[in-house]
């Protein structure tokens, strides 16, 4: 019994990774029709996209806050319905103020939605003693694909931001909130016979210590940094450096989705085997390698490669990230050090988008690629953090008391 409730808990946990994806996805992929909605101008628009972030970090503080007194599956219960309400919202408005409240809602119910989501995902790896946290990120990229694709169809048809919205949420708002009651959280993980707060880790019953958490932050900073860099910059790069078709430069961010996805789908596997350092290790130098060949590319088909080599490499190191949190400081401290941890996404996320746009202004978009190629191989400095003791989740050393769970 307690091996099916792990598996229904790890299924559910799935399907709210997926659902987020496809939540964020359309609201991303769309904001042309929502500026032209709400008549937002091109100068007011780049603070509103700042906002979300921004409140995002602050949903993610007051998520640690409230755990210490709810469980994290009722903080994702209830925060995943109103990013999901947060959204028709968006949809549904026609004054300026309303776009404002109802984006600034989706933020903070984001943060805490993400925060709650990567706290379950932990809890869950260390009940099964094997790296399942890719997994759960992979759901988000096939969210991702799912919701951008559907952007697409309603961009493609002319459909208004309500019609397009509305049958998603209709079917993913009460399939997520059924599939809550399944939601694994510590006393499932103590059913298990997974040990919290046994010493394993660096911190155990100490509390969250930012000098321990300091490397994983700044490696999930550089990350997001990267991932921005991608999703806010590759289809002007491949269209006004390269050359390429309007057309043709949508593809890199679609590319690196799929490899996203399909890195995600396959890196639990590498973790079991090689461990999560070198996993992480092996991401950090493909990334770098990503961006060295879009920097240099001569023409559209090398500079695809290198986004190609980016989705691949950037894919493993946010997930086990927040697994690293989880093992640094296990038991109640565990929380607290993901919710922390969060708060660097978003500020890479923050971070940048302006800083490549700003550099390739001043200095030329060949260039400014160099500076996230930097930054991530910083990652490798820091990658000894991804271990703890043995390593357990990963190169052969999985914990003897592991649960025996599909």
Same mark, same amino acid.
């Given at each position: 019994?307690t091996?099916?409730?792990l598996?229904?808990g790890r299924?559910?946990?799935?399907l709210?990774f ?21 008549g ?7 603070l ?21 007194r ?24 026609s ?35 094997r790296s ?7 759901a ?20 208004t931001?309500?019609?397009?919205? !509305?049958? %998603? ?5 009460? *399939? =997520? ?6 939601? $694994?959280?510590? /006393? &499932?993980?103590a ?17 969250v ?8 932050c700044?490696v999930?900073?550089f ?60 991401g ?9 060949v ?7 088909g090398?500079g ?9 490499? !950037?894919? %493993?190191?946010?997930?086990?990230t927040? *697994? =690293?949190?989880?093992r640094?400081?296990?038991? $109640?401290s565990s /929380? &607290?050090?993901?919710?922390?941890l ?12 302006p ?12 260039g400014?690629?160099?500076?996230p ?7 490798l400095?820091?990658?000894r953090?991804?271990a ?10 999985e ?8």
């Amino acid at each position: 019994m307690t091996d099916a409730r792990l598996r229904h808990g790890r299924a559910s946990l799935g399907l709210s990774f997926f659902a987020q994806g496809v939540a964020f996805a359309l609201l991303v992929t769309r904001l042309p029709a929502i500026q032209d909605r709400y008549g937002i101008s091109d100068g007011l628009l780049p603070l509103f996209l700042a906002a979300v972030p921004i409140l995002a970090g602050v949903g993610s503080v007051a998520t640690e806050q409230c755990v210490k007194r709810v469980r994290p599956s009722l903080v994702l219960r209830w925060s995943q319905p109103v990013v999901m309400l947060a959204l028709l919202g968006v949809a549904a408005g026609s004054e300026m103020w309303q776009v404002a409240v109802c984006l600034g809602v989706f933020g903070v119910a984001v943060g805490a939605l993400d925060a709650s989501m990567n706290m379950l995902g932990v809890n869950l790896q260390r009940a099964y003693g094997r790296s399942i946290m890719l997994g759960f990120h992979a759901a988000y990229s096939l969210g991702g694909i799912a919701g951008a694709s559907l952007a697409w169809v309603g961009a493609h048809w002319d459909l208004t931001l309500l019609v397009s919205y !509305l049958p %998603v949420v209709a079917v993913l708002l009460p *399939a =997520a909130f059924a599939g809550s009651r399944w939601y $694994a959280d510590a /006393d &499932a993980v103590a059913e298990a016979g997974a040990v919290r707060g046994d010493g394993e880790g660096k911190a155990a019953g100490s509390g969250v210590g930012f000098t321990l958490l300091l490397p994983l932050c700044l490696v999930m900073t550089f990350a997001y940094i990267g991932d921005s860099t991608v999703s806010n910059w590759s289809a002007k790069y491949l269209e006004d450096v390269l050359g390429s078709s309007e057309q043709t430069a949508t593809l890199p961010y679609n590319v690196y989705m799929v490899t996203t996805l399909v890195g995600r789908a396959v890196g639990d596997f590498g973790v079991r085997r090689f461990g999560a350092v070198a996993v992480v290790r092996a991401g950090a130098l493909l990334a770098a390698g990503g961006f060295a060949v879009v920097a240099g590319a001569p023409g559209v088909g090398v500079g695809m490669l290198g986004f190609t080599m980016l989705g691949f490499g !950037l894919c %493993v190191i946010v997930p086990q990230t927040f *697994a =690293a949190a989880g093992r640094i400081f296990p038991g $109640a401290s565990s /929380d &607290a050090a993901v919710a922390r941890l969060n708060v660097f996404n978003y500020v890479g996320f923050l971070v940048g988008a302006p800083l490549v746009g700003a550099l390739g202004d001043a200095w030329s978009y060949r260039g400014a690629m160099l500076v996230p190629m930097v930054l991530v191989l910083v990652t490798l400095v820091y990658a000894r953090s991804f271990a703890s003791g043995t390593d357990r989740y990963g190169g052969g050393h999985e914990r003897a008391r592991a649960v025996d769970v599909g």
